[in-house]
């Protein structure tokens, strides 16, 4: 059974578009939400994390948008830029329990 | 302040052979786990390990596969008797165990079993 589940597989947004991927998931239990960035040939990398007691977080162009009744956040990139081009994955944990599920990732593709 | 580091970076083996991959976690962080990626595919979590425990090895197949994080020196990944369907990436992650902190990945060991 996946925990996470994120959508969509693969996007291809215009350079200075808005970039969305979300994800859902099942267990109340976990309340940290990290995304991670990850180029070829490099390991994952944190990106922007939230935890469900706000709706949004802004980092910089990065925000995350948090429903805790739909069980769905998403991450949204504003003027997006080529150099954004990777995978994507968003995360869940549960409460001192410190394992993470991932999801299957969203490989982006940000046109010139 | 070193990140995650793993080594080798890429690592070639014969079907049959052993393969041992190496994490070294971000300094004072005691938590370490290791994921497995296939192209174009997501992270599945094989083992999460304490300083000499495995706190959860439910991805981890129980053949041919363990791993250890000793008291002393780094993480050790090993894959006995490889098959071709063992080529995949292999990341290791890193946390300092407290409540809500993220992992920090290495840029993984790149196996490929021919």
């Known amino acids: 059974q996946q925990q996470v589940k994120q959508s969509p597989q693969s996007l291809i947004v215009q350079k200075g578009g808005i970039s969305i991927i979300n994800c859902a998931y099942e267990?109340?239990?976990?309340?940290?939400f990290p995304w991670y960035q990850q180029f070829p040939g490099k390991g994952p990398a944190l990106l922007i994390a939230?935890?469900?007691?706000?709706s949004e977080k802004k980092e910089g162009r990065f925000t995350i948008s948090f429903n805790k009744s739909a069980k769905q956040f998403s991450l949204h990139i504003m003027d997006s830029q080529p150099g954004d081009s990777a995978t994507y994955f968003c995360?869940?944990?549960?409460?001192?329990?410190?394992?993470?599920?991932f999801g299957s990732g969203t490989k982006l593709n940000v046109k010139p | 302040n070193a990140g995650v580091m793993q080594n080798p970076r890429h690592l070639v083996r014969r079907r049959g052979q052993e393969a041992r991959l190496r994490c070294s976690p971000v300094?004072?962080?005691?938590?370490v786990y290791w994921y497995r990626q296939l192209p174009e595919e997501g992270l599945k979590f094989m083992v999460y390990?304490?300083?000499?425990?495995?706190?959860?090895e439910s991805g981890m197949p129980k053949e041919r596969f363990s791993a250890e994080f000793p008291k002393e020196g780094p993480s050790i990944l090993r894959i006995q008797q490889v098959v071709r369907g063992d080529s995949a990436a292999y990341f290791c992650?890193?946390?300092?165990?407290?409540?809500?902190?993220?992992?920090?990945f290495g840029n993984g060991t790149r196996l490929t079993v021919t």
């Open positions: 992650a890193s946390s300092p165990g407290q409540v809500n902190s993220p992992l920090h």
């Open positions: 267990n109340t239990a976990f309340d940290y």
């Open positions: 939230i935890r469900p007691d706000v």
């Open positions: 995360a869940a944990s549960k409460n001192n329990f410190n394992k993470f599920y």
């Open positions: 300094k004072g962080h005691s938590h």
């Open positions: 390990l304490q300083k000499e425990n495995i706190i959860d």
